[in-house]
């Protein structure tokens, strides 16, 4: 699936997930949270600068050097586009686990 319809059908689910957040609480404002949330969540999962995020967890505080830039365009043949690496699935699972964990906290107290 290409980036586009990874966007397309996950602003789908965000809508069909906004719906059901209006019919169960009838509150524009907790609507409007749940957008700000996926937005959010969507914009970290499909969006972020890969070849930033794609090096070492400790170069994340500098730059991307163009040596790095050149070896990720080198690598861009590979199908996958996510590598697992285990800074990077604690740090989206603890940021994403707890952001979810406020968001439901939020909606479920009407």
Do not use: C
């Not at 163009?66 to 586009?81: D, N």
């Amino acid at each position: 699936m290409g980036n586009e319809a990874a966007l397309r059908s996950s602003m789908v689910g965000l809508a069909l997930v906004m719906v059901v957040v209006w019919l169960w609480t009838q509150s524009l404002k907790k609507t409007v949270v749940t957008y700000a949330v996926g937005i959010s969540l969507i914009g970290g999962i499909l969006l972020p600068d890969w070849d930033f995020f794609d090096r070492s967890f400790s170069r994340w505080g500098y730059p991307v050097t163009a040596e790095e830039r050149a070896a990720a365009l080198s690598r861009k043949s590979h199908p996958s586009r996510f590598r697992v690496y285990p800074m990077r699935m604690v740090l989206y699972g603890t940021v994403y686990g707890y952001a979810m964990y406020r968001w439901w906290m939020f909606v479920s107290n009407y």
